[in-house]
C-alpha cells in the first residue's frame, strides 16, 4: 500500500495510518484529513501503460492510488455491486457546445454508477476500509445518495447499515435504502442535524462512520472519478471543470485526483474547478465570494436536495480547490436548476436529478457572465439520476397530454396538439 499517512488541513498536523480514525484530534471536525501518498514509489511501480492493461473496467483499476491493503481488495471479487462502481461514461455534447459557443463540452454521467449517483466511489473505498477494520456495522447521515450508494455497498459486503436521512428525504431514495436492508432512520430535522446525531450515534454504539469528509477515505474513492477524466480523455484534462457543491467532498475529491495525477508526473496541472451551489444553499459560495476560509453555517432551502447543506462539511478544502486552481464559485436559482434538467436532457440525452443538473446550470451562467473563453474544453460533472427524484422532474417539464383511446377522436386531438 502506497498510502503513508494524513495531514490535517486546517493545522497541518501529519499522522500515521493508523494514528487517527476520523479527524484531526487537534481541530475535532474542522480538521478534516487529506491522506498522503509516497508518489515516488508509484511512479516506479505504478504508470499509465500499466493502468492500460487492467482488465477491470470500474474503479479498481486504481488500487494502487487507494489507501486499502491489497488482502482487502479481494474482497470486491464476488462482493456484487462492488465490482462495478465507477468508470461512467463520458459523452461529448456537441448540441451544448454550439448553442454556449465553446469548444468542446463533455458530460460525465455518474448517475450511471449501481445505485446511481456519484457517492457509490465513496462507499466502495469506505465500506472496504470497515472490513479491513474488522467491523460488522457501519453508519452514515445523508440526505439519500451517499446513504443509498452506502446502502448498497453494505449488502453486498453483508455489513450491517443504519442510516440517518432528513425526514423530506425523497422517497425514491429512502426506497433504495430500504429495498438493500438498510435500517433507516428518518431525522425530524435538515442533513446537518443528521450529521450530527450519526456522530453521537457511532461513538456511543461503537458503529465504524462513512460521514462525508468526516471518514477521510470519502474523498479517497471520489477522487476516482478524476482518473477516469484523464484516461477517457486520452491522457488529457479539461480546461475546466463544472461540479455540484454541497458539502464539498466531490469537489476537494476530483482536486485530489488530479493533484496526484499532477504529482506523478502524468498531467502537467488540474483542471479550472467550478463549484456550483443552490442560491438557498450556498455558504462556501458566499464565503469564497468574501474572501474568507471560514464558513457561516445557515438553514439551506433548495429543490436539489442532495446540496442542500447548511453547514459544509468539507469547506477548507473546498475553497482550497477552487482558488488554488483560479477557478470561483457559482449560485444558480431552482429554477435555473429546473431548466438545466430539461436541456441537459433534451440536448444530451442525460437525465440528471436536480442538484446534478446545477452544475449544468452553472456552465450556463459562466457562459452568460462572460467568465469563459470560446476555446475551452469543459467538462460537466452529473452526480446522480433523475430517476432519484420523479417529483422534481415532473416539476421540470410538467405533466403529459391525455389523449383519446378511439382513433377518430384521437386524431382530430392530434391535429389540434401539433399545430
Not at 477491470?56 to 489507501?67: D, E, F, N, T
Not at 466511489?121 to 456495522?137: F, N, P
Not at 442538484?355 to 462572460?370: N, P, Q, S, Y
Request: aromatic residues 8%; neutral net charge; glycine residues 8%.
Amino acid at each position: 500500500m502506497f498510502a503513508i499517512g494524513f495531514r490535517c488541513g486546517r493545522c497541518g498536523a501529519t499522522y500515521d495510518l493508523d494514528e487517527v480514525r476520523y479527524v484531526c484530534p487537534r481541530d475535532g471536525p474542522e480538521g478534516t484529513l487529506d491522506v498522503l501518498y509516497d508518489y515516488e514509489r508509484l511512479r516506479a511501480t505504478t504508470s499509465p501503460a500499466r493502468l492500460e492493461e487492467h482488465p477491470s473496467r470500474s474503479i479498481w483499476r486504481y488500487a494502487p492510488l487507494l489507501p486499502l491493503r491489497p488482502e482487502t481488495l479481494r474482497w470486491v471479487e464476488g462482493a456484487g455491486v462492488l465490482q462495478a462502481v465507477g468508470w461512467t461514461p463520458l459523452y461529448r455534447a456537441e448540441r451544448t457546445a454550439r448553442r454556449l459557443g465553446l469548444r468542446a463540452v463533455y458530460i460525465k454521467d455518474d448517475g450511471r454508477n449501481p445505485t446511481a449517483s456519484f457517492k457509490d466511489r465513496a462507499s466502495a473505498v469506505v465500506a472496504l476500509k470497515a472490513i479491513e477494520e474488522g467491523v460488522s456495522t457501519i453508519t452514515t447521515a445523508s440526505s439519500g445518495n451517499a446513504a443509498a450508494a452506502l446502502a448498497g455497498m453494505a449488502a453486498a459486503l453483508d455489513l450491517r447499515a443504519i442510516i440517518f436521512v432528513p425526514h423530506t428525504a425523497p422517497e425514491a431514495k429512502v426506497a433504495q435504502l430500504l429495498i438493500y436492508g438498510a435500517r433507516v432512520f428518518l431525522v425530524e430535522g435538515a442533513y446537518d442535524e443528521a450529521f450530527d446525531l450519526t456522530l453521537a450515534a457511532a461513538e456511543a454504539f461503537g458503529w465504524y462512520c462513512r460521514n462525508t469528509a468526516y471518514n477521510p477515505f470519502t474523498r479517497e474513492g471520489k477522487k476516482t472519478a478524476a482518473y477516469e477524466i484523464w484516461e477517457q480523455m486520452g491522457g488529457r484534462v479539461p480546461d475546466r471543470l463544472f461540479v455540484s457543491v454541497g458539502d464539498g467532498n466531490i469537489l476537494t475529491g476530483l482536486w485530489k485526483g488530479f493533484r496526484d495525477l499532477t504529482a506523478l508526473g502524468w498531467i502537467e496541472r488540474p483542471p479550472i474547478l467550478m463549484g456550483v451551489q443552490a442560491e438557498g444553499a450556498a455558504v462556501l459560495a458566499r464565503a469564497w465570494a468574501e474572501g474568507r476560509e471560514d464558513i457561516r453555517p445557515e438553514t439551506p432551502h433548495t429543490i436539489a436536495d442532495s446540496i442542500a447543506v447548511g453547514q459544509p462539511r468539507d469547506a477548507r478544502f473546498a475553497l482550497r480547490a477552487v482558488r488554488e486552481t483560479g477557478g470561483a464559485f457559482l449560485t444558480v436559482t431552482d429554477e435555473e436548476i429546473l431548466a438545466a434538467m430539461r436541456r441537459l436532457a433534451q440536448e444530451a440525452g442525460v437525465f440528471a436529478e436536480p442538484a446534478a443538473a446545477a452544475a449544468f446550470a452553472g456552465l450556463e451562467k459562466a457562459v452568460r457572465e462572460g467568465l469563459m473563453r470560446e476555446e475551452e474544453t469543459v467538462l460537466v460533472m452529473i452526480t446522480g439520476n433523475g430517476l432519484k427524484d420523479i417529483p422534481s422532474a415532473m416539476r421540470a417539464v410538467g405533466h403529459a397530454a391525455r389523449i383519446s383511446a378511439e382513433i377518430p377522436t384521437a386524431l382530430r386531438q392530434l391535429r389540434e396538439a401539433i399545430r
